[in-house]
């Protein structure tokens, strides 16, 4: 069989973790994940729901926009959007979250796992008073582990490289695009126009 359906087969394929791998993996968060925390304009954050349906979703603003607290506390905040709220229902079903942190031009990344919860506490939504728009929520993070990890992914898609960059218009808009997927009678846009719709979506509502 090639089906891969136990630990045992699992491990028989990989071996056991390589020592670091393992020791790296800290509970609380050190002064280099928070530096690492304090310069990411860019996160995903996975979360899943009571039957195991999986989601992964970008979130980005200034540097250091996830706040953190303390050593097991990160918070990180939800702004206006299309109001499908994937991931904030999935905490509510199940509070599970991992989370991975992007620095521009560092190869290395940054895991995150841990607990979370949806506030709206002022004194969590205040943290974000260096916006112009305060969140509608905030997410609260408690941290279970935290590890670096190491740069072989982002070499080896050269993703900051700046001759990997392809030109936007080799993809359709996202109107043109999501129009085609469902059929709608939706008006298309030039990408110009598209770019000014949620710049300006971004000022008014944060």
């Not at 699992?10 to 925390?37: M, Q, T, W």
């Not at 994937?86 to 509510?92: A, C, E, F, G, H």
């Amino acid at each position: 069989m090639t089906k891969i359906d136990t630990q045992e087969k699992l491990r028989a394929i990989y071996g056991e973790p390589l020592g670091l791998a393992v020791s790296k993996c800290l509970p609380a968060l050190d002064p280099h994940c928070k530096h690492f925390i304090s310069l990411a304009p860019f996160a995903v954050i996975s979360s899943s729901d009571t039957n195991g349906n999986a989601d992964v979703s970008p979130r980005g603003d200034g540097p250091g926009f996830i706040k953190v607290v303390d050593d097991k506390t990160l918070v990180m905040p939800d702004r206006p959007g299309n109001n499908r709220v994937d991931t904030l229902s999935n905490i509510v079903d199940n509070p599970k979250v991992g989370m991975l942190f992007f620095v521009p031009g560092v190869n290395e990344t940054l895991r995150i796992n841990g607990v979370a919860e949806i506030s709206t506490d002022p004194a969590l939504l205040g943290l974000f008073t260096d916006t112009p728009r305060a969140p509608i929520t905030a997410i609260k993070i408690t941290v279970e582990e935290a590890f670096l990890h190491c740069a072989k992914a982002l070499m080896r898609s050269k993703l900051w490289d700046p001759e990997t960059r392809i030109e936007r218009k080799t993809l359709p808009t996202l109107g043109k695009m999501i129009k085609d997927q469902t059929a709608s009678d939706i008006p298309e846009s030039t990408q110009e126009e598209v770019d000014k719709y949620f710049a300006q979506s971004i000022a008014e509502r944060g």
